[in-house]
């Protein structure tokens, strides 16, 4: 299964974009990489997925470069409620493989 | 269209008893799986369940133990219990028509052992 490496914690401020990084040097062919969002006692959440390029959706977008080792998710003009931990996975379901999640990184939203 | 539901959503058991969780998937969806959270660590995979079959395990041992029902729905059963299984414990559902199909979670039940 492909390790993935994340800042542990961030900080930011209401109104800026947040760029989180993911490393994920030995991503396979198959896997797609996938971010989630968590906050405290809740199960979480699904925010985007891709596989290469960018990828953008109604609530963040996911950039992939061209090797595909790294990926960084992108949350336009954040506000208090965006602070979460937020969890990047790569994997694919192909053969029966399991997404694995890491330890996620804290992203905590100042007003 | 309602999403993935667990039940209860909290529990307090002591050493040594039995407890069972339940989780109902998304309308739609074919597959489900369990993951144990404990605090501050990210959800860890316990097992899938397709076909009202065992699928895939993670590293957890047989006191862990499950069931999928005609219905998709699905229990986590966990014997003897000790202090260490104190956790968040999530229900994911998802298709099985894709190699990369959405998983969605439940809010999950928080369980505390004493």
């Known amino acids: 299964l492909a390790k993935t490496t994340q800042p542990i914690s961030m900080d930011s401020y209401e109104g800026q974009e947040v760029n989180i990084t993911c490393s994920h040097n030995n991503i396979a062919t198959n896997d797609y990489i996938t971010w989630y969002q968590q906050f405290p006692s809740q199960g979480p959440r699904f925010i985007i997925q891709?596989?290469?390029t960018k990828v953008t959706n109604e609530v963040a977008s996911l950039f992939i470069p061209a090797d595909r080792k790294s990926s960084t998710l992108s949350l336009p003009r954040v506000s208090l409620s965006d602070t979460a931990v937020y969890y990047c996975?790569?994997?694919?379901?192909?053969?029966?493989?399991?997404?694995?999640f890491g330890s996620g990184t804290q992203l905590t939203v100042l007003p | 269209d309602a999403g993935v539901t667990q039940s209860p959503t909290h529990l307090i058991k002591t050493r040594g008893q039995q407890v069972t969780l339940r989780c109902s998937p998304k309308?739609?969806?074919?597959?489900v799986s369990w993951y144990q959270q404990a605090l501050g660590q990210g959800p860890q995979f316990i097992f899938q369940?397709?076909?009202?079959?065992?699928?895939q395990r993670g590293n957890f041992p047989d006191r862990f133990s499950g069931h999928q029902f005609p219905n998709y729905s699905s229990e986590l059963n966990v014997n003897a219990l000790l202090l260490g299984d104190s956790a968040l414990y999530l229900c994911?559902?998802?298709?099985?028509?894709?190699?990369?199909?959405?998983?969605?979670f439940g809010p999950g039940t928080r369980l505390l052992v004493l």
């Open positions: 994911a559902s998802r298709t099985r028509q894709g190699p990369q199909e959405t998983q969605y």
């Open positions: 369940y397709y076909e009202e079959e065992e699928r």
């Open positions: 996975l790569v994997g694919s379901y192909l053969r029966g493989r399991q997404l694995t």
């Open positions: 309308s739609g969806h074919d597959t």
């Open positions: 891709g596989y290469k």
